[in-house]
């Protein structure tokens, strides 16, 4: 399996290209101009792994939520090169990659919050369980919210360490902290990669799960970003 993943729906932008078991990474964080920056990361893992486009099997995208530009970047991009090379998609939730990353980085950890800065003050947010083969499984819909609307499911509370908050929502929205257990652990570094975004994505791939490139599509949650507040 050979599988090319693309990211820049946050401030981190990132190429993974998973190989036969192998997996060659470019990642780094931007507050803008990820445009710039995403396809020579796609040239240099590919020129890395002597590989080109019509090599691969599939490409994965982060499909969001996350920033409006950042998601129709790497959605669009994706788009293109799949379109170019015959290949399918495997759109992958930026909130599970992140869930996904605490997952690994803890191996105590059964169950994610995992949650985004949305700004606005507002947050990206949803539940996730570890699965099958240690892979972030969802456990409940993705919302957009202000902090005081992020929740736990109530059997949540008792699971101390095996509980985990993850993602930058958490250092934007510190408040969301105090609905935490005590002993739950907090990762509020992290960002989505490629490289989490790559993993989630192999068995969909190699399950016969992509989709056209035509059928990609991003998911932004906030649908009112450039709607006027009304007065009154």
């Not at 409940?140 to 509980?163: D, I, M, Q």
Request: glycine letters at 8%.
């Amino acid at each position: 399996m050979k599988l090319l993943a693309i990211d820049t729906a946050t401030e981190a932008c990132s190429v993974a290209l998973y190989q036969d078991g192998r997996l060659i990474t470019r990642e780094q964080e931007f507050e803008r101009d990820h445009a710039e920056h995403i396809l020579p990361m796609v040239d240099e893992v590919l020129r890395e792994a002597n590989l080109d486009l019509r090599h691969l099997d599939a490409l994965a995208v982060g499909r969001g939520p996350g920033g409006f530009t950042g998601v129709r970047l790497a959605v669009s991009v994706v788009q293109g090169l799949a379109f170019g090379a015959g290949l399918p998609v495997v759109p992958v939730s930026d909130l599970r990659a992140v869930a996904q990353r605490a997952l690994d980085l803890e191996p105590q950890v059964a169950r994610v919050l995992a949650c985004n800065d949305a700004r606005m003050q507002e947050v990206y947010w949803a539940h996730f369980e570890r699965g099958p083969d240690s892979l972030a499984q969802s456990a409940g819909p993705e919302r957009v919210s202000p902090p005081g609307e992020v929740s736990l499911p109530p059997a949540w509370h008792s699971l101390g360490a095996a509980l985990c908050a993850a993602g930058r929502g958490l250092r934007a929205q510190p408040q969301i902290r105090e609905r935490l257990p005590p002993q739950a652990v907090v990762l509020d570094h992290l960002l989505p990669r490629a490289a989490e975004i790559a993993r989630l994505a192999i068995p969909e791939a190699k399950a016969g799960r992509g989709v056209p490139a035509e059928e990609a599509m991003p998911v932004y949650l906030r649908d009112n970003v450039a709607r006027p507040k009304a007065s009154g």
